[in-house]
């Protein structure tokens, strides 16, 4: 997905079943600032769901944060294999840091997961 488009529909992981699923079964990687969980999807694409506990904040840091995140993986989407659903959990220091952090974060955890490719297709 070129950077200078908007989040589209087709990848957003919405079914509150496949995130339950992928809550119970799916693969963690763990970061200061997120955890990943992953399980493949036999799709063309991967599909990207964010979590925020109300630990975090309130409604609007919650969102800022959902916000954030969904940007910093947009931002990466060419260098994500395709083909997983992924589950973005935010944790408490997200809230705080900044946006080159939450970059790098979620590059590290898709890296970890070896959904990282360097050389977009």
């Known amino acids: 997905m070129p950077p200078h488009q908007r989040w589209l529909p087709q990848y957003r992981l919405r079914s509150a079943t496949a995130i339950a699923r992928l809550r119970r079964q799916g693969q963690p ?7 990943l969980l992953i399980e493949p999807n036999d799709q063309p694409l991967s599909q990207f769901g964010f979590s ?8 609007v840091i919650r969102n800022r944060v959902r916000r954030r995140l969904r940007e910093a993986v ?7 294999r395709p083909g997983w659903n992924c589950l973005l959990i ?16 979620v590059r590290q955890l898709f890296q970890q997961a070896q959904l990282w490719q360097e050389s977009a297709p």
């Open 90 to 105: 935010a944790r408490r220091a997200t809230a705080d840091t900044s946006f080159a952090d939450l970059l790098t974060a």
């Open 52 to 59: 925020v506990s109300k630990r975090i904040g309130g409604a």
């Open 74 to 80: 947009r931002l990466q989407m060419r260098q994500i």
């Open 29 to 35: 990687f763990h970061h200061r600032l997120a955890v």
